[in-house]
């Protein structure tokens, strides 16, 4: 049996339930124009933190994310699912005037395969895949550990689903109140 494409195999996981989103939530869509102050007043609880971009570690408000669609990755440069970076930036590319946005998180949490720098992965997944869409520093995703990522603490509580495994999906509405979770390889 062939093995399907990254972009089919997360399509079929994925892809549904965030057309779904876009049809049930493209009214709550925060306006371009609004100013600052009210962006943030309506941000939603679960992104008022900030978290360190990849690059460089510099902070970065989570907030600017808000009334957008968010599939929150955690990923790893030497996974099986790695090829998956191709799909995810295809689905950013093709959805961001829908308002979807891919976050992705990089994390060493299963089997030890993003053991490098945070600039080894930047460099990684900008010279191997060309990702565009926002990378933040590496965290630990698991949950249950002291030093867990905080979004993906919220995450895990919200959905009722940690990640198993890299390349776990989720999927949070404009809102901020409805979170989905896939796994890697769910079909």
């Known amino acids: 049996m062939k093995k399907p494409a990254p972009l089919a195999l997360l399509s079929k996981a994925v892809l549904p339930a965030l057309l779904a989103y876009f049809a049930a ?8 124009t609004a100013p600052a102050a009210a962006a943030t007043a309506a941000c939603p609880v679960l ?8 690059q460089d ?6 907030c600017q994310y808000a009334g957008k669609v968010l599939l929150v990755v955690n990923t790893a440069s030497f996974c099986g ?9 295809t689905l950013a590319e093709r ?5 979807l946005v891919v976050l ?4 060493n949490d299963f089997g030890s395969q993003e053991p490098g720098s945070n600039k080894e992965i930047a460099e990684f997944c900008e010279n ?7 990378m933040f520093a590496k965290s630990v995703v698991k949950g249950g550990k002291p030093d867990t990522n905080p979004l993906f603490a919220d995450l895990i509580k919200r959905s009722g689903s940690a990640p198993k495994w890299n390349f ?14 896939f796994w890697s390889a769910k079909p």
């Not at 992705?104 to 994390?107: A, L, V």
């Open 57 to 62: 570690e510099k902070p970065q408000a989570l």
């Open 81 to 89: 699912f790695t090829s998956q970076y191709k799909a995810l930036e």
């Open 168 to 181: 776990h999906k989720y999927l949070i509405s404009r809102d901020g109140q409805q979170v989905l979770s």
């Open 95 to 99: 959805y961001a005037d829908r308002g």
């Open 104 to 107: 992705g998180f990089p994390s």
């Open 25 to 32: 939530t493209s009214s709550h869509a925060a306006p371009a």
């Open 47 to 54: 992104l008022q933190r900030e978290m360190p971009r990849l």
């Open 128 to 134: 191997t895949f060309n990702v565009k869409f926002p």
